[in-house]
């Protein structure tokens, strides 16, 4: 059974901080890393999504890396604004069409 | 920018009732997705349709679950008989090719069974 771990489940920070989270994933049986920005009552808007071993992608202040040998992936927001606060996901496939998501990551910035 | 929507926004059921959930999939995209997240767990995958079939399911979408896609517009997910554990936020998800092509999701409907 697949299992998307994320951390820390919640994360406040203040306005200007950068912050970063983490998602791990069995590096087995990988063959795409996804993730997303959820707002409350929003749907869940697309950010990245990684194949290779190394990759790293960028959309304006937040970012991600890849590590698919030991299993995990990070996202670094810089300069948090109010409006990064939502619950970030990521998600395992390993080449079927099913995302495996993990718990999220609720981010709050504060003022 | 073109965007799933979903109809409707809530809903809420009695017990042993049949519900349809309807999605609209962006217009060019061949994938079509159903997602639940039960309040305070994981989003969980229910069923992709490709072709005018199911392409994979998980455990979760038991015979009491069904998709169709009527009319090359509408995706719909249908309910036969709802359960208390029914209660969810249901998504829609729509891609132009299979993985690792993104998913664009719908805001969800939000069941409650009474």
Redesign the interface.
Known sequence: ILN?EQSPQSLHVQEGDSTNFTCSFPSSNF??L?W?RWET??????LF?M?LNGDEKKKGRISATLNTKEGYSYLYIKGSQPEDSATY?C?H?G??????????TQLKVEL | EPEVTQTPSHQVTQMGQEVILRCVPISNHLYFYWYRQILGQKVEFLVSFYNNEISEKSEIFDDQFSVERPDGSNFTLKIRSTKLEDSAMYFCASSVVRDPEVAFFGQGTRLTVV
Do not use: I
């Not at chain 1, 009552?41 to 697309?46: G, Y």
């Open positions: 998307v063959y795409a996804h997303y009552a929003k749907s869940p808007e697309a999504v194949t996901l998600a496939t080449g079927g069409n099913k995302l495996t998501f993990g718990t999220g």
